[in-house]
């Protein structure tokens, strides 16, 4: 059986699509990736955000940790950025230091995260309340024989 054909979309095409929709999108590398952001009502958070949290997923996770994040640390507001595992108690936590450098720390299975920024201090219980981790899923296709 062959496998569907997926063409990727040019700039051009992309932008002129996005201008029509409600909903907002990511364009990376030729695909589109549908994107949750700040309403209208929060032009100061869109254009100044201190801090950008992704919960990652099997799917985008490389290019949360690449692409993204390059993109991110060119925001002159951004402060902190915040990485959420849907497949573990995990999260890794960027903070830009006064000099501009970036600084890592990883807190697992329990601990606190300071959000300076936001003035709020979160548990991994917080994080995690209610959360039913994911397997890890296998991205690649497996044919029954």
Same mark, same amino acid.
């Not at 890794?92 to 299975?109: F, K, M």
């Given at each position: 059986?062959?496998?569907?054909?997926?063409?990727?979309?040019?700039?051009?095409?992309?932008?002129?699509?996005?201008?029509?929709?409600?909903?907002?999108?990511?364009?990376?590398?030729?695909?589109?990736?549908?994107?949750?952001?700040?309403?209208?009502?929060?032009?100061?958070?869109?254009?100044?955000?201190?801090?950008?949290?992704?919960? %990652?997923?099997?799917?985008?996770?490389?290019?949360?940790?690449?692409?993204?994040?390059?993109?991110?640390?060119?925001?002159?507001?951004?402060?902190?950025?915040?990485?959420?595992?849907?497949?573990?108690?995990?999260?890794?936590?960027?903070?830009?230091?006064?000099?501009?450098?970036?600084?890592?720390?990883?807190?697992?299975?329990?601990?606190?995260?300071?959000?300076?920024?936001?003035?709020?201090?979160?548990?991994?219980?917080?994080?995690?309340?209610?959360?039913?981790?994911?397997?890890?899923?296998? %991205?690649?296709?497996?044919?029954?024989?």
């Amino acid at each position: 059986m062959p496998l569907a054909f997926k063409p990727e979309l040019t700039a051009d095409n992309y932008l002129a699509d996005e201008l029509a929709r409600s909903t907002r999108h990511e364009f990376v590398d030729g695909q589109v990736y549908a994107m949750a952001g700040a309403g209208d009502a929060q032009p100061f958070f869109k254009q100044h955000p201190c801090l950008v949290v992704e919960v %990652l997923s099997p799917s985008t996770e490389s290019i949360d940790r690449s692409e993204k994040m390059l993109a991110y640390r060119t925001v002159p507001s951004l402060r902190d950025y915040l990485l959420i595992s849907q497949e573990q108690r995990r999260v890794e936590l960027y903070r830009r230091g006064v000099d501009g450098g970036w600084a890592s720390a990883v807190v697992a299975e329990a601990g606190d995260v300071a959000l300076e920024c936001v003035q709020a201090n979160l548990t991994l219980e917080d994080i995690y309340e209610d959360v039913k981790l994911v397997q890890n899923v296998p %991205l690649a296709l497996t044919w029954l024989a």
